[in-house]
């Protein structure tokens, strides 16, 4: 998951169509201070150098990856110059206080290479960079300022390709080419530098601009519009003709879904787990110190005179270093834990309370267990006798009487004395497949509902972590709970690791999806806090080994027999048979850099070495265009990767004009896998709006199965009250489950999903080609029960009475019809069921805003 930078603000773009007919021009490049530097590198040009024309308006041609969002992704003192490679290159400070500089360089001055940041010890910071080239040493002389306080000092230093660099070395101020210039654009005065050019340079950009200013008016689309619009549009007519001789197969994974623990999707949410914070490992740097309750003893409490204290001497394992000591002086002192903003407890079921306690006493002594609310309500009791003063662990079932939200559990020591206490947990024994340590029956429920072929886990930007030190490690997350390393999550809380890639695997096979892990490829995210230069920090190659290991151990854990050294770990935590891995997912949304290129590669050389048959799935960026998803594909082209995994949230209007975006993709090479998509719309509401517009791209992932092999929509689940991104499939609290309108379009796509897709062709009555793009049709077969299903999107406001032409008929003359429709803004539109007489020939009716799913029964 991510924020996305987008590199052309075309929406402030004020343009007109013209051609310079001079000659040549100049070129001023400058970044204006405006948005603290983060709109990037910007231009104007001039005939005089006196009356100047910006190019758009407050319009970035480059902007900075460097950093984390909010504070950083920033510009300063850009200096762009003509290289003697024939390229411009772009040099940049990327804030006033880090030792490294940026660079990029472009053909056109619109597309651009990779960045990369330099980094240099010898400086404090590095300002007001500036290059020159020496055409005696074939090198390219780059210069800086150092400033710390009232001290400013020269740095220089030497590349050949802004790869390698030599030493940096001290110089005198008169090294300096003092090239910026002052110009007057507008009311404003920006400070840059200025260039003579051929006037085609400028005509290019010119022209390219003004034709994405057309492409983004396009994207700004939307069905709310199309109301008013079309409000005296008459309804329509269409034909329909299939053709059953036109086929090509569908990927029978093409429906799954991507779990990541964001909005609080897993503890406190499909991890059944009622109590929060149970190995009092909260720490406030998860929170980076702006909640002051983020503790260990965060979601804890005592009453009376009781104290808690948090100790580390002797913890039950290195991983979970930290326990509870609670010290009472009079019978009924209690700790009270109030788990994820209450306990939802239900009428009639049972509950397992397990905790590891000692008495460090020396004394044997009882706890009373008490699940009851605020009042003094009880809703269940139970007993624990602690012996003695080593670790041991202690599992009680608890029957509840009656229902509630609001539950907290006590532990009450019948004697005074001080206790060490760790682990505390409260698990329904009602969980999905009523696995032990498993999963919220209801989330799960809904989950499998969908009919996902696979699960990708355990995350986006959760997987590559905020910084080396974060990255999700899958050892640390199997066997017991107490032996297992919890960690700070990347989205700003913790992860207890109570649901590891044991829980990950078995769901998937509870359900029939085929698990897809995706690991780190051995670089962090590049939108991390803390990290390297660009804060995409790499393992360091000295580790590669290492850490390349782990991954194949992974796959061995997973698929290896009873004579494999991790086959025999996963037997031994309960799972004899292999998982039968076939998908690995190496990065995720990475920037394509040299770093993140040289760690991959190894990465897919050694799983292509030892595991042949392990389809890897690669990364091309964090969007749909720009310059990591051309570097991604053209690495991806180079060394064959299998699959490359494509993310983007885009507008209704990009959905509605990018129903072609895969029909020209070469089906020689990758396959795609759509890990993260959806549609994003003011206030990012999920809505009938999103969900047909996502439909019309479902129709067409149907069309162009044959090359998008995979496809989940993001993100997946979030908790009320702890979203951090939206819009998600599947909003829940503590007691209820709360699908959206994207939801119930996903499930009707998941269930009913082919394997085969027969062409087809759709005559609207009217052929207009604005109204020919809201009409789509797709038409796949079932290969197991070869049914037909036709699924019909109308975005217009307005109804369509459709004929449909079968050249083939061999079905029942009965069929399932499902129609979702309603109010654009509805956010809970549930599908409704009926009976659709069909033929060789039939009617069907599309009322406006509205996906209709047929389904043909095949004569026995």
Known sequence: MKKLLLLFCFLSLQLSAQTITQDSVYLFSYCSLKNDGKIGLQLAWSIDKNTWNSIGSDFGVLGSDYGTWGAQKRMLSPFLWLGADGLWHCVFSVNEK?????????????????????????????????????????????????KVGDKTEVFITSTKDFRSYGKEQKALASTRLNLRTEVKLGDKTETGLVYKVPSAVVNKLLKHLDTEKERQKLYRENLYEDTVKLANLKPLSAQVTVDFQKRKPISSTLMGIFFEDLNYAADGGLYAELIQNRDFEYKLSEKGGNDKSWTATKAWQTTGQAKLTIDSIRPIHYNNSHFAVLTTTQKGDALVAEGYEGIALKAGEAYYLSLFAKNMTGKNSKLSIQLKDASGKVFAVGVVNVKGTIWQKYEISLLVKESTANAELSIVPETAGQYAFDMISLFPKNTFKGRRNGLRADIAQALADLHPRFVRFPGGCVAHGNGLDNIYRWKNTIGKLEERKPMFNLWGYHQSMGIGYGEYFQFCEDIGAQPLPVIAAGVCCQNSSVG???????????????YIQDILDLIEWANGDLTTKWGKVRAANGHIKPYNLKYIGIGNEDLITDLFEERFRMIFKAIKAKYPEIIVIGTVGPWSEGTDYVEGWKLANEIAIPMVDEHYYQSPGWFINNQDYYDNYDRSKSKVYLGEYAAHIG?????????????????????????????????????????QWKPDLIFFNNTEVKTTVDYEVQKLYGVHAGESYIASQVELSDMDSYLQKRVSVSVVEDSKTKDLIIKLVNILPTSVDTKLNLKEFDYLPEALKITLTGKLKDTKVLPVESKQSVGSSFYTNLPAHSLTVIRLQRKK
């Open 532 to 546: 390297g230069a660009g804060q995409q920090g790499g393992i360091p190659m000295e580790q590669m080994d290492s």
């Open 98 to 146: 880090d030792n490294a500089l940026a660079h990029a360089s472009s053909v056109d001055l619109i597309a651009w290479g990779r960045q990369s940041y330099p980094v240099f010890s010898g400086s404090q910071n590095c300002l007001l960079p500036e290059f020159k080239y020496d055409a005696k040493t074939q090198q390219y002389l780059i210069s800086w300022l150092s």
């Open 683 to 723: 206030g990012r509401a999920n809505n009938l709006h999103t969900s047909l517009v996502e439909a019309l791209h479902l129709n067409s992932l149907e069309r162009n199965g044959d090359v998008v092999s995979m496809s989940s929509y993001a993100p997946l689940l979030a908790k009320e009250g702890h979203t």
